[in-house]
């Protein structure tokens, strides 16, 4: 369980304070399919961001499952990062150089894994067939279709076994075949791998497909 606890969230630009999260307080269940939802400027992307361990509340706790990560350095945030989260960013974040195969890989040695190199080989052969590009794992990200390179991203998540899995805008500029595909593959993620996804969207399509849905407005949860 993701718990938090009173989270706020301030910026400073020049003299001016920005409250991009005020008071926020809530739970996200084990094997929830989330979606954070708002207009621009409502504070989703920062909340999202604290939830993953990315950004620091100015007060307020984070915990998961039960450990206060409020006050981790940044050495224990990275380690919480690499073996309970997995992210999927809407620009995808590939390495442009490395191919599918790579890109994969590369989250699983940065995970620190310690599996033999056969076993890898065949977790990484697995997954992708799992997002459907057997066929592509010697491309590299500019020979892929946008779909394509965010399936990458969601098998680079994937392939560490994480807990949770946030998301940001994850169907964002596809059309409507691939992102329904992405969806589906989201949602057989969750109730097969049991992993939590909280992620931030506009998109109806994927709206739809939630369990659980948190308003904000102002930073605040309506």
Known sequence: MIKLENINKTYYLGKNEVKALKNISLEVEDSAYISIVGPSGSGKSTLLNIIGLLDKPTSGKIFIDDIDCSSFKE???????????????????????????????????????????????????????????????????????????????????????PRYIIADEPTANLDTK????????MQKMNSIENITFIFTTHDGRLLSSVNKKIYLIDGEIQ
Do not use: M, W
């Open 178 to 185: 691939t992102a329904f595909s992405i969806i589906e593959l």
């Open 75 to 161: 050495k224990q945030l990275c380690e919480y990062r690499k073996t309970k989260l997995g992210f999927i960013f809407q620009s995808f974040n590939l390495i442009p150089v490395f191919n599918v195969y790579e890109n994969i890989e590369t989250s699983f040695l940065i995970s620190g894994s310690k599996i033999n190199a056969a076993l890898r080989k065949e977790e990484i052969l697995k997954i992708i067939e799992l997002v459907g590009l057997s066929d592509c794992i010697k491309h590299l990200p500019s020979e892929l279709s946008g779909g394509q390179q965010q399936r990458v991203a969601i098998a680079r998540a994937l392939i560490k076994h």
